[in-house]
Structures are given as C-alpha cells and as structure tokens.
C-alpha cells in the first residue's frame, strides 16, 4: 500500500492550495484518512481527518480555512486550503489507519511521502 500525495508548491499568503492523496494497490477499502503536516523545527501534527462514511475533524487552527474530504472509489483524500496563511508552511503527510488490500485487511500509520507547501508572506 502507497499513498502519494501530490499538489505542493509555493503559494502567496491569501491564497488557495489543493492537495491530492491516491492510496495505490489492490485496495478495497481504507478506514480513516487524514492530513498531518510538520514545519522546521517542530513535531508533526494533525491538520484535518476524514472517516469513511464522511465525519470530518478539523485542527482548530484551519478550521473555516481548509476542506477535507474523500472520493473512495478512486482511494483519494484531498485537501483544498484556503486563505493560507505563512504559519500553513509545511510539509504536508497524507495519513490512513485501517486498509483492506488483497486478501488482508490491517490496522496500521499508514503515511506518504510528504510535500512541501510553502506560503509567502
């Protein structure tokens, strides 16, 4: 199981970002999708989940802002970002915790690679 996130790049403070995550393999179903992102110096954290029957949850710092949410018969979550601000810079993780691939199903962190947002002031 992969997930690949794409859609990073540099934006200016104000604008609007979209981020895509494809989970690839024979999946069949995922559980709980997510982003998470973490800027130089400090830990990782939680930007905004999504369940698979919809229920989102937002870190309060991008509520109003960001939108999550999920295609699951293409196995994609996305992002769309809103009025970014230059404290949003980070390298933004795309999350799942429960994947069903193949003949086997199993609770695990499941994460991408990572890309880079950067908002400038």
């Known amino acids: 199981v992969q997930l690949v996130e794409s859609g990073g790049g540099l934006v200016q403070a104000g604008g609007t970002r979209g981020l895509s995550c494809a989970a690839s393999?024979?999946?069949?179903?995922?559980?709980?999708m997510g982003w998470y992102r973490q800027a130089p110096g400090k830990q990782r954290e939680l930007v905004a989940t999504i369940t698979s029957n919809g229920k989102t949850n937002y870190a309060d710092s991008v509520k109003g802002r960001f939108t999550i949410s999920r295609d699951n018969a293409k196995n994609t979550v996305y992002l769309q970002m809103n009025l970014l601000k230059p404290e949003d810079t980070a390298v933004y993780y795309c999350?799942?915790?429960?994947?069903?691939?193949?003949?086997?199903?199993?609770?695990?962190?499941?994460w991408g690679q990572g890309t880079q947002v950067t908002v400038s002031s």
């Open positions: 393999g024979s999946i069949y179903s995922i559980g709980t």
């Open positions: 999350y799942a915790d429960y994947v069903c691939a193949g003949s086997a199903c199993a609770w695990d962190d499941y």
